[in-house]
DNA sequence: TTTCTTTTGTTATAGTATAACAAGAATTAA
DNA sequence: TTAATTCTTGTTATACTATAACAAAAGAAA
């Protein structure tokens, strides 16, 4: 059960996707882009879920469906999401999730949940101020950031409780 | 040039490592803890500069010296560096680093050059209190963080500027 | 010394990612 | 429309990262 639970309370997941994939043809349309059959496949397959997904599990579902089935083809799509910003990787897990804030300029801080694997993107402006500073302190200059939690979700938390 | 130079200004590294393997054998001891002879010296090897080395990387400097060159050899030892906190893996690269405070419970934070690829772990305290507050505001129960930020380091900025 | 536990050796394999070059499709220029 | 160009995909091979499983050896405890 707690595999499957949702971590956006009293939400439709299908909102999600069909957001994310409109942000995503209007932003490769901006950009002079494309957002070819494969890695918009891709990207629909990564949205399926807010669990990270490895590359190679990508792989499998796109070969189900008939595309190329050689790894290049799973990382150049994914390579091509992760320039276009429409998805992150998540460096604690080698897995790869839709990323809730294409359309603004962000960072991807995550809070992944170690029991059902769900993730949630949060942006928080104070905690990205005091990164900069504290690098700033040793005149650093921030390209980019990578903020991965770890722990229990609030539905793991409560079914671990009454368990 | 920008290889080799080192982050920790006016620092003599041999007092880094010394200090890190005075600090490994104290505390293996207080836990009742093996620090073999293989085990100790990944560690080392780990420490000889502060940029993260790969599993790899360190199995061929273990290989050389006569140790058993079989991958098992060396995530052994270090999941056993990993598992005292003697060392951290920096997610983002793969890779493993001396933890510069192994004697304190802390959070290792990374700064990583894109250049010289040297790291340096701090630890603040404000950081970590955010972190917690805005995980708490989703009823998230935190465990584990990784933050493991890249740019560029003071001399690599004065190094790429002249340049 | 026998037993128990921890550590290491060894072989095999699983999982993650990229290099290199050929072929095809879409776009642009002529 | 054709030719040239660029972008994308196909294909084969390989590199890099990590673990499973079981045997042997070493160290600690009884």
Known sequence: MSEEHHPHSGHNHNDCIEAALETAEQLCTEQGQRLTKVRRRALELIWESHR???????????????????????????DFLLAAGLIHK???????????????????????C???????????????????????????ELRSETIELTGLCSACKAAGASA
Chains 1, 2 share one sequence.
């Open 114 to 140: 170690d029991e059902c694997h769900n993730v949630m993107e949060f942006d928080y402006q104070d905690i990205h101020a005091s990164l900069i500073a504290r690098a700033a302190e040793q005149d650093f």
């Open 90 to 112: 998540v460096e604690s897990m080698n897995a790869f999730l839709g990323c809730a804030h294409a359309d603004k300029v962000h960072k991807g801080y995550f809070l992944i």
């Open 52 to 78: 990270p997904l490895g590359a190679y599990q990508l792989l499998a579902k796109l070969a189900e469906e008939g595309f190329n089935s050689a790894p290049p083809t799973v990382y150049r799509a994914l």
